[in-house]
């Protein structure tokens, strides 16, 4: 009796699933690019306030990545060898599969009601009728001879809009605006229809390492020794927050660090956090900004628990006051935009 009834919930599942995957027609699996059925259906326009994105949200296809419009219709992100390519919102997975002229492509069909488009995948990780997350990997990046590359475009209902309107290559943060698209016949227009909401600091998606540390060891020469980071103390395992989104390329127990955290940032950026009590964080983690990745702690060589924060560019140790108040908390913004516009902490 009890098996029948879990047989009767197994086989109703099957249904269900299957009733899920044939949501897209065989035409929207094969074609790149298709209206969206319903889409102006009730109305013929609709608005999407990313103003009220949370970082959970969303994703940069290619987090590491560096970004430049192509035509003001696409975007191509250059990156590493085997990088992963990101889904820029939840999602349903509406083409994924080997066009010609396009290479491994996905289309993800958004709750929002834009589609993003990933073409020349290595390899494709996803299949049509797929749920997905923001920030799921969906592929491996494509490439050949060294040059590893996504294209990427945004469209609605089929059409190409100009990416820049939604995403801001430098900073791969998302505008904080709201738009509305509108069907004009076969074409549809986008307006910008709310101002940019959000401060200049959640904008750049900045945060300070240890909220109410005090320095306690400055960086510098410190006896005979150079001190390559400055050490910050509030209380034992007390949150450490990524200081900008980034890669873990490292999470382990180094030698004198004790446990070490680096994450990889933008334009040759390194952050390190290390004596950390805990890590909460591994190898290949995708952070944003604020997340939580270790605990304060005394591993390694510290004769109290504190946070020893490095600040690093091309791999040199650089002193973290060049970017960080340690009185205000804050990071030093004109110098953080400056420094996503030319790669350099000093202005010349
Ligand atoms: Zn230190």
Redesign the pocket.
């Given at each position: 009796m009890k098996i029948l009834h879990l047989l009767c919930i197994y086989v109703a599942l099957l249904v269900l699933t299957s009733a899920i995957k044939d949501e897209f027609t065989a035409i929207e699996r094969q074609q790149i690019q298709i209206e969206t059925p319903g889409l102006f259906e009730h109305s013929d326009a609709f608005t999407i306030d990313f103003a009220a994105y949370r970082t959970s949200d969303y994703s940069f296809p290619l987090p590491v990545g560096k970004a430049k419009v192509v035509d003001g219709s696409e975007m191509e992100i250059t990156t590493e060898k085997g990088d992963a390519v990101k889904a820029m919102f939840d999602g349903t997975v509406r083409l994924a599969r080997h066009v010609a002229g396009h290479g491994n492509a996905i289309v993800l069909r958004h709750d929002n009601g834009l589609e993003t488009v990933y073409e020349r995948n290595a390899e494709n990780m996803v299949k049509a009728g797929d749920r997905v997350k923001a920030g799921q990997t969906i592929a491996i990046v494509g490439g050949e001879k060294g040059r590893w590359a996504l294209t990427f475009y945004v469209m609605v209902n089929g059409g190409k809009i100009n990416p820049e309107i939604i995403v801001m290559p430098k900073s791969h943060r998302l505008t904080r605006r709201t738009l509305m698209f509108k069907k004009k016949g076969f074409a549809v227009e986008t307006t910008v229809v709310g101002a940019d909401k959000k401060t200049k600091e959640q904008d750049l998606a900045v945060f300070y390492p240890l909220p109410g540390a005090k320095v306690i060891?400055p960086y510098g020469r410190r006896g005979g020794r150079s001190?390559t980071?400055?050490?910050i103390k509030t209380r034992p395992n007390d949150n450490i927050l990524a200081a900008f989104d980034g890669v873990v390329t490292m999470s382990q127990q180094y030698a004198a660090y004790g446990n070490l955290i680096k994450i990889r940032h933008e334009r040759g950026l390194e952050t390190w956090y290390?004596h950390n009590s805990k890590n909460l964080v591994s190898v290949g983690d995708r952070v944003k900004a604020g997340q939580v990745i270790a605990l304060t702690g005394q591993t390694g060589r510290a004769s109290t628990a504190?946070l020893?924060f490095e600040l690093r560019l091309n791999g040199a140790a650089q002193n973290p006051s060049l970017l960080f108040d340690h009185v205000a908390h804050k990071v030093k913004e004109d110098v953080y935009e400056n420094f996503l516009k030319t790669g350099k902490l000093r202005k010349k």
């Open positions: 060891s001190h980071g400055v050490d290390s504190h020893h």
